[in-house]
């Protein structure tokens, strides 16, 4: 099953109308998301707003999603607690999900070293009935997991893989060439894709794929026929389109972005805001230079 | 019912054994506070390892607290969910807590801006049945919320204080000088106790007085007398102890320090570990030159 | 000698012409300020773009203050080496400086801490002419000095002082309470002047004092006389000021916060930019609001 | 001349008997690195401890290794002083330099943003008789430069490469992509010598380069015959070693290593502390397991 983990996957945004989740616009998202070469979709990244979600809107989204598609469903189940994040994962599986991605618990960020994170993924794997992705992503946590912890974690049979968010592929490198054989790294941002490929990553959990799913395929099998620099050409183009929907713009400007690419977006929910008029006009100037908008 | 925010209040730590919540051993603490000055308790501070709890522990804890005190009980069930932050408080309002403790919504960093925070408080501060307290508490969350914004909240009839955790008594009077009349300004650790109270604040919620509430106690009364001289060689005599139970050795410390003392501190829950034996020697140098163990 | 240490200090703004250090501004400058009841004067402190100065200007812009005041002089002297220190530091001494100010050096960040520090001080202490104030300011440096690490290096003979630019007063008071009689701590910036001497600082080296120098030497004589309330209504007032002089619109604003009060203040030297048009309007009204404008 | 820029630089470390610069350890040095195929030498790189060095002792340093080398010489004379990086620049390319390393100015950090470095750069490379390499480092700045701002600064006539020392070659394949045709992108640390050249740049200045100099070039020949997997099994071989040399031990660290591998290192100059005995052991076993020592 593992395989699956291979390919390009967008953490799915969560539609809100009037402020609550509208499971008929992700439904439409979907349909078009499945005529694309998307491996699976992902629930509860950190671009699904999972953090302003009730357990039972989760629960509910992945029984919505599981209707609507025999693709692999990894879910963002992980929080602080232990005991809550084996209860929301196993209640998601039953729900039917197939992996759960769990964020490094990150509150005491001065204790969350070495020992910590072994006593929360092991105990956590132990009792989830699903396989476990570790999620390493400091630019929302403030915390890191060293490469050595990795390391150690994947000799567990129950944690498989790792979705690394930061832009440092020589972590990559050195994670794929010491875990035990079989455990996979996932990038988790499009500026990585080409190097975290060539640095022995097998796939990418991508928020830019929710806008532009063609071009990070096209991206990865570009690499698999070893056509290295056409793929790093698209790659350059997607940058200032990733950064947008990412790091500059936020989750608004992902969303702002799926409504001009003919997917639904909306607002995110409160207290977030949405893209302010301004933001609006440099955003469509970046998808246009991209070529993604005429 | 607002004067009631003045004096000390210690955010409990939640006692566990066997790593499950031990209601027992805390009522037993609880007994030996009440003999104190103090003016209530905080359930579900950062130390009371409010993230590690599940939503029926913490109603739990609200009850058994509020069958042993009639002092004013202030309950932590801020989340990033605005949905969930509503429905806990109010489930922990009726169980018998008087305030809610509201941390800073924080997970998506860049955006948490005067705008969106003021959305979030608002929303709060409209939905729940008992009065919020705001909690700014930069080293745990990576945000601050910026004076004009208290300001700003100071305005809504349901927001009645804020419990500043940085150590910057600047902010304090700057705040204190320019909230609506009757806003209150809590000092959030035992270090700006004295600054804070000149500058306007009028009590504290400190780790410090689970471990030594007598001293917390005493600096204000000082201050009250305008025994400022007195208050501050206290207060000197308290930082190290009080960088020990925080910042240095973190919750583990704090409790190491409570089972010093003659509480029952135990271990913290996992994934954090115990405080290692080298720290505990160091813990009990710490207490001995403060005087507050032979 | 260190009493003189008491007071305020304002640490001047080098004015430039085409970009060229400007000594009949300063010496006009000087000229004004030598009406205030100051203690003196900083030259080259961080808002003095001392990193901008060749030491041929450094030199004579000490000779420059020298023959214009028998007031006391202190110059920033500090750098990562500790050879260039001393010579810079020695030289200045003999144009007429009176006290060092050697801000902590901090290329190595990882490095930095209480041996290094320790390295560091004992041997420019050891070999310059004048009596040397540590300074700590994170800000800018990036790294800070323990509190262990100045009470230690406060038995030198000749360390004398430390200027502290953190807004941290509980660093003051455990700093004050357990250094070497005689050692004394100023405070760095204007938002602290009133906790800080609450907590044991003697003055303060303000950057408010270029621009408002008389509520800074009223903050101060009012605390003397134990009108606290009147003293923190002036700090209070000037906080917004004192923000944008510093953090908010960087030496830049100062410089043309000392032109709107009848200073010379100009342009920052390049590569720094001038004040913009919108910020200054901001920065008018907000002078205007703390009535040092009309 | 800028051909040269392709092929690996180590970064010298600045060696010092009794605290003083010894050039005759240098010389030695040199003459085991002739006989490596490395494209030249940078002196007064960051781990050259610039910072603790004169102008004289930089100048001598020029002069000494011009008379022991014909290969390029690339020197770090940027300071945040514009005056002062031009006059040490032009003295260093008359004692023999090739090129100007020169450091993003970082001490007012809010000010450094796209318009100051524009600024300072083109002022400095105005005015320098020999090429300017820019050189991001935020590791040690605590700045970061742009990629719009360093792709601008590349239509500069004497500005003709970019030393970069984050460890993310996504903006290495961005600025690669759109800078002035002939700019060259530089790694500035072995982790990503192989994602780099990958992603666009052309050579590195290394700091592993000092101790392991073959497998630094041996990386760079196998990626041009397109053997890519051998390449990145010797860097992921050396990822350990360079991280000891650089985030772990530092300085220190990477002089200690130079001694184990028959160069002379000895001690940083002060305030620097030499290795610890325990450092000093587990460095010894990271040389080791990658089979740099027996």
Redesign the interface.
Known sequence: MTNLLKGIYPPLTTPFVDDEVATDKLIGNITKYEAKMLAGYVLFG?NGES????KEEKLQLVRVVREHTKRTIIVGTG??????TI?LTNEAAESGANYALIIS?S?????MKH???L??YV?VADSVMIPVIIYNVP??T?VNIEAETIIELSNHPNIIALKEST????RI??IS??VKPGFKVIVGTA??L??GI???AVGGILALANIAPDQCIQILSLMRESN?KKA??I??RM?PVNRAVT?KF???GLKAAMDLMGYFGGNPR????PLSEAHLIELKMILKQASLIE
């Open positions: 950190s953090v302003f979600l009730t929080l602080d607690s232990i005991k809550e209860f618990p509150f005491f960020k001065n204790e020992r910590t994170f006593n929360y105990r630019k929302f403030n832009e440092n592929p020589a490198s050195e060439s010491n500026s990585i080409y190097t060539l640095s022995g290295f790093l050409e790659q350059n940058i790091s936020g989750v608004a409160m207290p977030l805001e």
